[in-house]
């Protein structure tokens, strides 16, 4: 019954970690994000994050012409895409994209 006990206690506490490297990891996206914001950046590095969800605020940077989000574990795009009409270079590679929302295709200046 004790081995259980710890058995269960370890695995709280890895779900526990996890999720505050989930967290952190968020963060550091909406600290980048929010740096790009004010400084107009037109590029956008969120490469190796681990992030499962892009924050909305991400959708807001029209300026962006490069945006960097490979090496993560997104599984889904939103189509609000749309919205970084200057984009030219996306880099999608190494995550678990399953499809690319149709609204890409509205980016005119996107390089294939």
Do not use: C
């Not at 550091?28 to 892009?54: C, F, S, W």
């Not at 678990?96 to 609204?103: F, G, V």
């Amino acid at each position: 019954m004790g081995q259980l006990i710890i058995i269960v206690f370890i695995m709280i506490l890895g779900v526990s970690v996890q999720a505050q490297e989930e967290l952190m990891s968020y963060e550091v996206a909406l600290e980048r994000i929010e740096e790009a914001r004010v400084t107009g950046a037109t590029e956008l590095d969120l490469t190796g994050l681990e992030l499962k969800d892009l924050p909305i605020e991400l959708w807001q940077l029209v300026n962006l012409r490069i945006l960097s989000l490979s090496d993560n574990n997104i599984d889904h795009l939103s189509g609000d895409i749309r919205n970084l009409i200057n984009l030219e270079e996306l880099y999608l590679s190494a995550n678990n994209l399953m499809s690319i929302p149709s609204d890409i295709g509205q980016l005119s200046k996107l390089e294939t």
